[in-house]
């Protein structure tokens, strides 16, 4: 059986780290479009528009390219993620975000006046005699 060679796949998530992308249990590669699924340690699914998909990994390839994705996820993935999640933590807020923490230092903010509200209902007259 003729396999894929991954050779080319392992050399650019080892020397271009920053061409990968992993989103939903898939290995995306932008610059080609190629997503890599494993299933397995010895068994990855390429996912393309051409040709490439049409045949299968090798199992030692396979390994080896499971084996480079775990040293990318480790080593750049992971703390890009982090690194991301920590600036959004100190990102400004939104516009609905802003608004609903002034809505609340108001609502906090308020006492109520002591003149009577044009809402309650007015006393009784006092009939004259």
Do not use: G
């Not at 299968?56 to 990318?72: D, G, I, L, M």
């Not at 920590?86 to 608004?99: E, G, I, N, Q, V």
């Not at 809505?103 to 007015?122: D, E, I, V």
Request: aromatic share 10%.
């Amino acid at each position: 059986m003729a396999y894929l060679e991954l050779a080319p796949a392992i050399s650019a998530i080892r020397s271009r780290p920053e061409e990968f992308e992993f989103a939903h249990n898939t290995l995306h590669h932008l610059t080609s479009r190629h997503r890599f699924r494993f299933l397995s340690e010895d068994d990855v699914r390429i996912e393309a528009a051409c040709d490439c998909a049409l045949l299968r990994a090798s199992p030692e390839q396979s390994r080896v390219f499971h084996k480079a994705y775990s040293e990318w996820h480790a080593s750049y993935w992971r703390p890009l993620e982090i690194n991301r999640e920590f600036a959004a933590h100190f990102a400004p807020p939104s516009l609905l975000r802003r608004t609903a923490i002034w809505l609340l230092r108001r609502l906090l903010s308020w006492t109520p006046s002591s003149k009577p509200s044009s809402l309650q209902a007015p006393l009784p007259l006092q009939p004259t005699v």
